[in-house]
């Protein structure tokens, strides 16, 4: 049986396959015809446009890992004495064996990434209540601008972040028991830099106290946290 004429496009082995099976016998004249329509609309569509695939399981829990053990590796380094780079680029520091009772501080802003309050800039403690007597304060700036710690008595019946704000940004520092304010090392200076640690060492008699950064307007931003002394 010889093959119809059909003018129809497709793949020309898929054709001349179609046309073999018909002379065999294997198709009949109508199933060819309909196969070749098929083969002829296939070719005449334009080609799929590449869709993007999302990344595979495996390979989103390895990335996970990897940040995980990232943020391990950064936690790691907290111990007294040890070598504390809180952001990538910014100075190591290291922090020598401090006394007393010792107090994780950390200071962040926004644009250093979310803070841990939810506000433009945040202090946090770790712990917020201690024992009276020596205390030392580790203080970490993990945001991008250059910050500052300074501790301050609270009165009773005062909450924090209700102090009176200046024209100039900056709250009265009146009654200071101390600060951490110089890149890698201890108490008062220009400011801790992004990245770096500052620390001090106070003794504290039971109470609250508020551990503010009194740069212009870093208060007025949420830059303030209660510690309790028992």
Do not use: K
Request: proline residues 8%.
């Amino acid at each position: 049986m010889s093959a119809p004429r059909d003018g129809s496009g497709g793949s020309p082995r898929a054709v001349e396959i179609l046309r073999e099976r018909l002379a065999r016998g294997e198709i009949g004249e109508q199933e060819y015809r309909e196969r070749l329509a098929v083969l002829h609309a296939s070719s005449s569509r334009p080609p799929a446009r590449p869709r993007w695939r999302s990344p595979s399981v495996p390979l989103v829990v390895a990335i996970t890992v990897l940040v995980a053990a990232a943020s391990l590796a950064v936690l790691a380094a907290w111990p007294t004495g040890g070598f504390v780079e809180r952001i990538a680029g910014g100075p190591g520091c290291r922090v020598p064996a401090l006394p007393g009772r010792t107090v994780d501080v950390t200071l962040s802003d926004m644009m250093g990434g979310m803070t841990a309050t939810g506000a433009m800039m945040s202090v946090t403690l770790a712990p917020s209540v201690v024992p009276a007597g020596e205390v030392s304060l580790r203080v970490a700036n993990a945001g991008s601008l250059v910050h500052e710690l300074v501790v301050l008595p609270l009165p009773r019946g005062t909450g924090v972040g209700t102090r009176p704000v200046g024209a100039d940004g900056r709250v009265s520092e009146a009654g200071s028991l101390g600060e951490a304010s110089r890149t890698c090392g201890e108490g008062a200076g220009a400011g801790i830099s992004p990245g770096a640690v500052g620390w001090v060492t106070l003794r504290l008699a039971p109470g609250r106290y508020e551990l503010i950064c009194n740069f212009p307007w870093h208060y007025a931003m949420g830059m303030h946290a209660e510690l309790d002394v028992t």
